[in-house]
């Protein structure tokens, strides 16, 4: 008998669910809809987004005001942060709830993690902070505050043992993205596009931060491909949450369809983040590139314990991806790269493909949010 059947109809626990960003947003709905099949009569509380406003979580803070990417974005923001910690504290302290689960957001989600434990209430911690780029001490931290950890990345999972970690590898959550997708021609037909010219996909990110930082140069990368190669159409992803203020009078068109840009571009140029391992998995050709504050650039050159920061990269252990970083981000050197991977014939193209597959079959098999409900609903009934 699975050990939480009993909690499916006889009780009525109240769960927290803290994500701070678009895709812990979208991973954190997924998981809370797998918990209320297993429990219908599950009271949730959080921060998050419209995903996880949409499954019934009641949320105190959301992802406007969260989203930020950066050493010195984060300092600048300082004040809110603390504000919104000794609220979450507070709420922890007089709710007592019967699970807390953090999505990411280590920054934030391991003083939660600290603060939940100590008042007896177990964690759950869902995409762990990465201490394989950054910090190693955060794992022995997570030894001692998280009661489990959900991984997503197989190549962490001996590190996080190492240092005491009640970790399991549950697969990637994109694995389980949907597949009703509409066809090249239809996607092509709703964006006024002609199919058989190829599709460069433009995603300058999710943040307000991201897209200030990205889109200048994105499309200037974009318009020197057009310039070599007329027959080439360009779209801009505007990602959900994002204003339309931010894409007003741009040179090509912006959609916000984002899966079928990523499938059906002929070649992709996006930042980091989640967004490279979706186009990764959908096969379509890549070239990552990404800006951050002078500071956080300095920071991140001495802290970062990886060669890469690429998701393709970091899975493979090589570079199939071309990375563009800091002071590099311009036409001059991203277009080169596009126009070689947009070439159908070009040698470099069909060994970026191959890599992507493997990328795909080193990730394991969906079912990621299946899985950590099953670990959410283990914990409540061990602590019940």
């Given at each position: 008998?699975?050990?939480?059947?009993g909690l499916l109809t006889d009780s009525k626990p109240t769960i927290l669910v803290l994500a701070g960003e678009t895709s812990g947003d979208l991973h954190a709905a997924k998981v809370v809809a797998e918990l209320r099949v297993r429990n219908p009569n599950v009271h949730f509380l959080g921060m998050g987004g419209p995903k996880m406003k949409a499954q019934g979580v009641e949320l105190f803070a959301e992802l406007g005001t969260l989203a930020i990417m950066g050493f010195s974005e984060v300092i600048a923001r300082m004040c809110y942060f603390l504000s919104l910690r000794r609220k979450v504290l507070a709420l922890i302290h007089s709710e007592s709830p019967d699970l807390?689960?953090?999505?990411?957001?280590?920054?934030?989600?391991?003083?939660?993690?600290?603060?939940?434990?100590?008042?007896?209430?177990?964690?759950?911690?869902?995409i762990p902070p990465k201490v394989w780029a950054w910090n190693e001490r955060r794992a022995r931290t997570l030894a001692t505050v998280a009661d489990a950890v959900a991984s997503i990345h197989p190549f962490e999972v001996d590190l996080l043992?190492?240092?005491?970690?009640?970790?399991?590898y549950v697969g990637h959550p994109l694995l389980?993205?949907?597949?009703?997708?509409?066809?090249?021609?239809?996607?092509?037909?709703?964006?006024?596009?002609?199919?058989?010219?190829?599709?460069?996909?433009?995603?300058?990110?999710s943040r307000i931060q991201e897209v200030e930082r990205h889109l200048k140069p994105f499309i200037e990368s974009a318009r020197a491909v057009v310039d070599r190669r007329p027959g080439v159409q360009v779209l801009i992803s505007q990602a959900p949450?994002?204003?339309?203020?931010?894409?007003?009078?741009?040179?090509?068109?912006?959609?916000?369809?984002?899966?079928?840009?990523?499938?059906?571009?002929?070649c992709v140029l996006t930042k980091s983040g989640?967004?490279?391992?979706?186009?990764?998995?959908?096969?379509?050709p890549l070239v990552i590139a990404h800006r951050v504050?002078?500071?956080?650039?300095v920071l991140a050159r001495l802290l970062l314990r990886t060669r890469y920061i690429g998701l393709p990269n970091l899975v493979t252990h090589q570079e199939v991806v071309p990375e563009v970083l800091q002071g590099e981000?311009?036409?001059?050197?991203i277009a080169p790269l596009l126009l070689e991977l947009i070439d159908e014939s070009s040698p470099v193209r069909i060994e970026q493909i191959q890599n992507l597959g493997r990328v795909t079959r080193l990730l394991g098999e969906a079912g990621a949010s299946s899985r950590v409900a099953d670990m959410a609903m283990t914990l409540l009934e061990r602590h019940s």
């Open positions: 008998m699975v050990p939480w059947l807390v689960i953090l999505v990411d957001y280590p920054g934030f989600n391991l003083t939660i993690a600290k603060a939940a434990h100590e008042r007896g209430c177990p964690v759950l911690y869902y043992k190492e240092h005491g970690v009640n970790v399991e389980d993205r949907a597949d009703s997708i509409p066809s090249r021609g239809e996607s092509f037909r709703a964006w006024g596009l002609d199919p058989e010219r190829p599709l460069l996909g433009i995603l300058p990110g949450g994002l204003e339309d203020s931010h894409f007003r009078d741009l040179e090509f068109s912006v959609v916000r369809e984002t899966p079928s840009l990523l499938r059906w571009s002929d989640t967004s490279t391992l979706e186009t990764a998995l959908e096969g379509t504050s002078w500071l956080s650039g981000v311009r036409p001059e050197v």
